[in-house]
């Protein structure tokens, strides 16, 4: 695909925001004492780059996010918690560098819109399925919706005699 | 020369579509069958016009025309011939062309097998399929054209890209040499997953087409999805092929120890594969009883639009993923189609509802009845499938509402969102999994469920109890683990119900099954599908819930413990490779118990480009390729971050039942293809007596 | 379209084999009108895909905008590093040369004496220059204008809200705003000395 081309936009930008990348450039290995990649790693999962689209804070391999994890670590070195680091991020970069958002009020509103959703199909769904068990009860009635009349019909309306031989030969099966 | 055929091809083909639309849309406004054949023709005709733009194209870049713009941006010369032909899709311009045909085709395919025993609806199958192909086409031949070479007009010191000459007695001028594929895409995983996705997008199309036709004639009965049920098999085949080599490639190639990162990409190519299942189980209930009409409607109407949202999403920098395709100006018109089709769909899909032609046989016997565990799978399916589109566009909603004033955040999700969210949804459907298969036609009832579903709950539970037993003590993935045993079990039960009855009558085990699979591939099919999606459930779970990683810094002679694994790293050493780019290679000895299980060399790769102001060849991509040791009990995989003088920062993961993942994966296909294979029985169709027929087609709609 | 009367089955059935009607011995009435009216639920599904398709549009409009290079320049207010104040309204009347910088970003580097220089060249002509540090660790920036000497105010985009109002896609990026606070110039990566000499004459010419 042209990821290609996005791959090249995506170069260009690190380009243009950091040098090209030699390997020597990626400082990785000033960490404060108490403090091991793991801890900035489970912080930076928590968090997005910002320079770079999509890609979680601890995979990205851009200078900026060298330099964020770095940060990460020293303040993981003064005795910071990790929530008191990702909300020092927030603060100073805006909402969109946490991966789920900090502020408990929009927390909520991410795990209620699909509670709410769910709550709502499984509401639709039980009415449904009330509504065809009634129908199943009264016999092969038919309720049009659209029109005032009831219809007999105790088999559904589209079927092949092919299909109704193995359903008999299906049902023959079922009572053991 | 070639350049011109495949200019002139393309804009043919587009000619023909669009006038194939008209001209079966005039056909039914005046019921005249000439304009209908014509339609059809003209549909017919753009397979062979697409087909050679195509191999124009592919002869383009075999020989390296530079003087087309797109060979130079996709190869070089140095690129490998394999490479040379998946250039084809490699770039946006190419890949449109590569989508065009594949739809063309498909066309022409569906077409010719269904133009006489679907007869009435193919006035609006042909509108259908001809109004997506027309408008991809219009992508192709007025925004992104494959076929825009390079004039230099005298006097200007740059070449030009265009379709047709510039003013100025420009010529075309060709380039010595080419840009080349991105490195990234150099893998064989990363070149056939665009195909596959293709193949999965464009085949939901046709079964789209017919429920549109059925939806415009009224002909709401089983038939169009008769006439479609392999197509939008086969379509779910590739997009499940597709998805599972695009986490293959991830997890292999790119570094990061996973294999899903719930990117808005790769959300967008899963969100038509969730609603694609559910269509595809919905429509067995409408095939045996009649039912669920509507919702077989709404979730191919679904698939339809997710595609086109998903090739709009990814193509239009929409959403803010690593993935997305640099800006173009497609973006537009593709928005323009998705909304247009949306609402002509769901508009023609409310008044057929509104009206009642969508009743069927709308009666549950029982709540434990199959129909009624089908009907609770479609509603957990939509559900996940809105969900997922919820965690992808909620940035985008919310967006919306901070420039309105509203609030005053972005709501942003990633991918720890979306695990919590998804899991209950995955539950029901592992349930739904083992009771379904084992739950009856219309009567049914609790006690004969219960009684059915009794062996394989209580074999899950003894395998739940068993791991814990054995140290596993992690609630949730003990919990999993019985679930997807469930569902396993219940599969493998039924199976052996069958076997079995067959046995009783005097066959031979090995000869019952083969039998009973070859008398019903389709729904034997569908259990080893399951079965396969039983093993990716092992395999997810183990690698989620069970996954450690560590990341340190060592000089060579120190170790590192994980998982029941050391890694002792021995040195890091420099080669380069024929392509050109420089690998650092790291050498690391894997132990087990003091054992030398494996020797593993992870590496970074860097790529060089010519620079012309520095005058020298600067690194740009840099790509990071794991050494790992795989075993069937888990991935022991390293990566190397940073690197300085013989130390090297290594980024280690212990993947617990990853390969149950891959495997579960090949019996997925395997078991698609067994469902797939054509039956010994003869086709049951629906055979209209001639006068009938000849009725019909007189006095068409 | 044209519906197929069959007195004998309902719009629609038409697919009911003969035997198959003689056995159920359906009873019908002719077709009576059928009501066309849009329940709740046809309404909230129009309503739905109108709603999906107005976010998708307006996603796609905010896509498409890109960087602005004329037209009034986006407003904006910061605390400079030295904990002063500023805001782009302060300076109406004068020209401002907004420049956009990171400490990791090499190019940055490149310009950083160039624009001091210039700085120093037209203070005292009206030209207000300010630097927006965007997405960098203080400690880096600070070392950073340390590093070269920078007088010029300085701030660091909370939030990131300036670059989005700006849409800047990369750094470093320039911009040139006249006396009437109108983007004159946008520069993409480093201008050259010369060019961006004469576009702040023109910016104080206008």
Known sequence: MARGLI?????????????????????????????????????????????????????????????????????????????????????????????????????????????????????????????????????????????????????????????????????????? | MIAEIGIISTGVAFVAAAYALIAALIGVRTR??????????????????????????????????????????????????????????????????????????????????????ERRLMPYVLAATMATLGFFLILNVFIENPFERYWLTPGETQPVSALFRPAGNSEVFTPSDGTGLNPLLRHLGMVIH??????????????????????????????????????????????????????????????????????????????????????????????????????????????????????????????????AFAESEIGIPMFTFLAGSALISVALLVWRQE????????????????????????????????????????????????????????????????????????????????????????????????????????????VMVLLLVTGVD?????????????????????????VAARHRRGEGYWSAFSNLIGRDRHRYGGYFIHLGVVVMGLGVIGSTSFQETTQQTMTPGERLTLGGYTMEYNGLYDATAEDGRRMTIARATVYQDDDVVAQIRPRRDTFYTWDSNAQTMTPTTNMSIPGSHSTLSADFYAIITFWEGNTATFRVYFNPLINFLWIGGIILIVGTLVALWPSRQPATRVQYAPAVAAAQTSGDR | MTEQTNPRSPAGQDDLPDWLEQVTQVETRPDEPVQQRLSTFGVLAILAVMAAIFVIGYSLYKANQTTPTEGPAPAFSAMTFDDEPIALEGWRGQAVVVNFWASYCAPCRDEAPMLERLWQDYRDQGVVFVGINTDDIERNARAYLDEFAITFYNAPDVKGKIEDDYRITGIPETFVINTEGEIVRHFLSTPRERELRDEIERALNS
């Open chain 1, 7 to 176: 791959l090249a936009a995506l170069v260009g930008l690190v380009a243009l925001s950091s040098a090209p990348l030699p390997a020597a450039a990626q400082s990785g290995d000033t960490l404060p004492p108490g403090v091991t990649w793991d801890d900035v790693n489970r912080v930076g999962r928590q968090m997005f780059c910002d320079v770079c689209e999509g890609i979680p804070l601890d995979e990205c391999e851009s200078i900026a996010c060298v330099q964020w994890r770095e940060e990460i670590a020293r303040q993981l070195g003064e005795g910071r918690t990790d929530d008191e680091v990702i909300d020092y991020f927030v603060e100073r970069y805006g909402s969109e560098v946490a991966a789920i958002p900090r502020d408990p009020l929009d927390r909520f509103i991410a795990f209620a819109v699909p509670a709410a959703l769910v709550a709502v199909f499984g509401v639709i769904g039980l009415f449904q399925v009330r509504r065809l068990r009634q129908r199943g009860h009264r016999a092969g009635e038919v309720a049009r919706r659209s029109a005032v009349r009831l219809q007999q019909r105790p088999v559904p309306a589209d079927v092949d005699d092919d299909i109704l031989t193995r359903l008999e030969q299906e049902l023959e099966g079922l009572d053991q």
């Open chain 2, 32 to 117: 005249r069958d000439a304009w209908v054949i014509s339609a059809r023709n003209a549909a017919l005709s753009t397979f062979p016009l697409l087909t050679v733009a195509s191999l124009v194209l592919l002869y383009a870049l075999l020989n390296h025309e530079y003087s087309i713009s797109y060979v130079w941006q996709t190869t070089d010369n140095a690129t490998p011939t394999f490479y040379l032909y998946t250039a084809l899709w490699g770039s946006q311009a190419g890949s449109l062309l590569f989508w065009s045909w594949l739809m063309s085709a498909f066309t022409f395919v569906a077409l010719l097998l269904n133009w006489r025993s």
């Open chain 2, 194 to 323: 665009p195909p596959m996705l293709y193949l999965g997008f464009t085949g939901f199309v046709i079964p789209f087409a017919f429920a549109f036709a059925a939806l415009a004639t009224g002909q709401l009965g089983a038939s169009w999805i008769r006439a479609t049920r392999v197509w939008a098999l086969i379509a779910w085949l590739f997009l499940s092929l597709g998805l599972l080599l695009g986490g293959r490639w991830a997890y292999d190639v790119l570094g990061w120890g996973g294999y899903w990162g719930w990117d808005p990409v790769e959300n967008a190519a899963l969100l038509p594969w969730l609603t694609g299942t559910a269509f595809l189980h919905s429509a067995v209930v409408q095939e045996k009883r009649g039912m669920l009409k509507f919702w077989n409607m709404l979730l191919i109407i679904v698939t339809f639009l997710l595609v086109i949202l998903g090739t709009f999403a990814t193509r239009s920098g929409v959403v803010s993923s690593v993935h």
């Open chain 2, 355 to 462: 009206r009642g032609d969508l009743r069927g046989a709308d009666q549950l016997d029982s709540v434990f009845s199959r129909e009624s565990l089908f009907l609770l799978n479609n509603w957990l399916f939509l559900g996940l499938m809105v969900v997922v589109l919820w965690g992808t566009w909620a940035e985008a909603i919310t967006t919306i509402l901070v420039d309105l004033g509203l609030r005053d955040t972005i709501i942003n999700l990633g991918p720890n969102y979306f695990p919590p969210v998804v899991r209950p949804f995955l539950v029901g459907i592992f349930i739904l999994m083992g009771l379904a298969p084992l739950a009856a036609w219309r009567r049914s009832t609790a006690q004969r469920l219960g009684r059915s579903s009794l062996i394989p709950f209580l074999l899950a539970v003894a």
């Open chain 2, 474 to 498: 992690n609630i949730l993935a003990l919990f999993g683990f019985g679930l997807v045993a469930f569902a396993g079990f219940a599969t493998i039960f039924e199976v052996g119900k069958g």
